[in-house]
C-alpha cells in the first residue's frame, strides 16, 4: 500500500511563490505507481486536476490554468513529487492533494486515481 503526505502549504501573497512536497511510501511504491498528480478543492467547488508527472520518465501536463506557472518535479531516491508555484493568484486557494496512479496512462479525473495524501491548505491573499 503506498501513503502520501503533503507538506508546505500555507498563506502567501498575491505573486508569491509556494513548494509542495509529496514524500511517498510503501513497499508497492515503486513496483505499482505510474504517475503522481496533484489537485486541488476550493470551498464549494469540484475537485480539479492541476497536472501530472509520469514516475519513470518524468513526462508532465499541466491544466490550463496553471501552466507557465506550477513546476512538477520529482526526486527518485527520496521517493518524493514536489509541486513548485509561482504567480500564484487568489484563484489558486484550495486544499491540494498528490495523489498516485497505478494505471498505464494518466488521466485529469479524480476517480481514476488509486491513493491520495490528506491534503495541505494553500491560501493566496489579494
Known amino acids: 500500500q503506498v501513503q502520501l503526505a503533503e507538506s508546505g502549504g500555507g498563506l502567501v501573497q498575491a505573486g508569491g511563490s509556494l513548494r509542495l512536497s509529496c514524500p511517498a511510501s510503501?513497499?508497492?511504491?515503486?513496483?505499482?505507481?505510474?504517475?503522481i498528480g496533484w489537485f486541488r478543492q476550493a470551498p464549494g467547488k469540484e475537485r480539479e486536476f492541476v497536472g501530472v508527472?509520469?514516475?519513470?520518465?518524468?513526462?508532465?501536463y499541466y491544466a490550463d490554468s496553471v501552466r507557465g506557472r506550477f513546476t512538477i518535479s520529482r526526486d527518485i531516491a527520496d521517493n518524493t513529487v514536489y509541486l513548485q508555484m509561482n504567480s500564484l493568484e487568489p484563484e489558486d486557494t484550495a486544499v491540494y492533494y498528490c495523489?498516485?496512479?497505478?494505471?498505464?496512462?494518466?488521466?485529469?479525473?479524480?476517480?481514476?486515481?488509486?491513493?491520495w495524501g490528506q491534503g495541505t491548505q494553500v491560501t493566496v491573499s489579494s
Open positions: 510503501g513497499r508497492t511504491f515503486s513496483m505499482y505507481v505510474k504517475h
Open positions: 495523489t498516485c496512479r497505478t494505471g498505464r496512462f494518466w488521466t485529469t479525473t479524480p476517480a481514476d486515481y488509486d491513493c
Open positions: 508527472i509520469t514516475w519513470n520518465g518524468g513526462n508532465t
